[in-house]
């Protein structure tokens, strides 16, 4: 279990941009969360507000957008979603496709500052 | 008074202050032309026995230094240095797996030049660690022939995140059962390509592929088996 640390993470970037933008605080974070970034959604939630707490952070809300895993598929030349994060193969013609683009996000995208 | 707008596009990577280091390592192990290769498994998998064979055989040909994370306890370093490689061990506290801070705090001290293979064995885990980056050249995962088939399944990010599988202790396949072709076919559902060993710390057998494996990724023995034609 690292979400704890990975949210620890969070705060400090949050945290970091507010200030340079002049802001209090922070209602909300939106993170972007691929399923190959090793990190789990209801783990890093609950560590969230541990990580908030005595912070210009504390009472706001991380909004998670999960993104699938989208591979290059060698056959079909296109971007293509995968059958499962067990089955890394084309979701259109079941070619196995090691080249991923996308998936391992973990990412501050936006903030909501406080006035 | 400028008044900034609620909403603002931030778009940074959390583990941005990691993945500087860790280009940073890889810059300078680059630099140095050492090959950094970092192993990860589940706890018991045979890291250090596996690293402790690999130390010894290669440390009459190659210069070979190891780094062990763990926990607690400096045993395995103790373990590793019978094999006469310089190792340090890095001891994380609380911490589950390992981040390119503590591997650039404890390389502090070393002359990367004088290495030409560098080992960093990973905390025991098969979730953590797949989120840092630590600027090895290449992860290793292992997985032994105890563990079941289905642990690529179970556990498909770190075993996305890793350039090669070695199955360990196959010395005990038998006994257990071990289903190769199927442990072989789920490592490519989750990895498709990824290049699969197999061999056994304790009786040796499939270690001279590996290090065969082993020296033909690294740069410097390309030029000294050039030489020696």
Request: proline content about 5%.
């Amino acid at each position: 279990m690292h979400e704890l640390s990975i949210a620890m993470s969070i705060v400090d970037l949050a945290c970091e941009e507010a200030e340079m933008r002049g802001a209090p605080g922070v209602d909300v974070v939106y993170l972007k969360l691929g399923p190959l970034s090793g990190v789990v959604k209801e783990a890093l939630l609950f560590s969230y507000e541990i990580a908030c707490q005595q912070t210009p952070l504390e009472g706001s809300k991380l909004l998670i957008e999960e993104v699938p895993i989208v591979v290059n598929c060698p056959v079909c030349r296109e971007r293509r979603s995968v059958q499962s994060i067990q089955s890394l193969c084309c979701a259109i013609c079941g070619t196995p496709t090691p080249e991923i683009l996308e998936g391992r996000e973990l990412m501050v995208t936006a903030m909501e500052l406080r006035p | 008074m400028i008044v900034e707008p609620r909403l603002v596009e931030v778009r940074k990577n959390v583990l941005k202050q990691n993945d500087v280091l860790a280009r940073a390592l890889r810059e300078r192990f680059r630099e140095a032309g050492v090959l950094a290769i970092s192993l990860v498994s589940s706890p018991g998998a045979g890291k250090t026995a596996f690293l402790e064979r690999t130390l010894t055989l290669l440390h009459t040909r190659y210069k070979v230094a190891a780094l062990v994370g763990d926990l607690a306890t400096e045993n395995d370093a103790a373990r590793l240095a019978r094999s006469q490689a310089p190792v340090k061990q890095i001891i994380t506290g609380t911490v589950c797996h390992l981040e390119a801070a503590m591997v650039q705090n404890v390389l502090d001290g070393w002359n990367l030049r004088d290495l030409d293979f560098l080992f960093i064995e990973n905390v025991g885990n098969l979730v953590c660690p797949s989120s840092y980056d630590l600027g090895e050249d290449l992860r290793f995962v292992l997985l032994s022939v105890t563990e079941g088939e289905d642990k690529p399944l179970k556990y498909p990010t770190i075993f996305n995140s890793a350039d090669v599988a070695i199955i360990t202790k196959s010395d005990l396949a038998a006994a257990v059962e071990f289903d190769e072709v199927l442990t072989r076919r789920n490592i490519q559902a989750v990895r498709p390509g990824m290049q699969v060993l197999k061999l056994s710390a304790k009786t040796g057998a499939g270690m001279p592929d590996f290090l065969e494996f082993l020296e033909r990724l690294h740069p410097r023995s390309h030029r000294a088996a050039a030489v020696a034609k």
